[in-house]
């Protein structure tokens, strides 16, 4: 599976990005999560899509402002962010799973991340 992101970008705090990440291989089998890590802070859960029944799963810190969906048919899966802040800066990072979850360590495979900046 090979997985590529895009999207990221710079933009001001209030403002949107739309990311999508586009997966080569047994996509339609997988569950898909985006990830994120700051510098000098560990690598967080952001959000998560069930493979089957499209159930989603959200971090606290952007439930209600992002939001994760996918295309089977052309394999690919987004996150919307809307209402972007500061905090939000990071490396954005789209992964693959067997059964969606928050655990970073239960991803197989993982995209090379884009930088997402918001400025104040």
């Known amino acids: 599976v090979q997985l590529i992101e895009s999207g990221g970008g710079l933009v001001q705090a209030g403002g949107s990005l739309k990311l999508s990440c586009v997966a080569s291989g047994l996509f339609t089998r997988y569950a898909m999560g985006w990830f994120r890590q700051a510098n000098g802070k560990e690598r967080e859960f952001v959000a998560a899509i069930g493979w089957s029944d499209s159930r989603t799963f959200y971090a606290d810190s952007v439930k209600g402002r992002f939001t994760i969906s996918k295309d089977n048919d052309n394999d690919t899966v987004y996150l919307q962010m809307d209402g972007l802040k500061p905090a939000d800066t990071a490396v954005y990072y789209c992964?693959?799973?067997?059964?969606?979850?928050?655990?970073?360590?239960?991803?197989?495979?993982w995209g090379q991340g884009t930088q997402v900046t918001v400025s104040s």
């Open positions: 992964a693959s799973t067997t059964v969606a979850s928050t655990r970073s360590n239960e991803y197989d495979y």
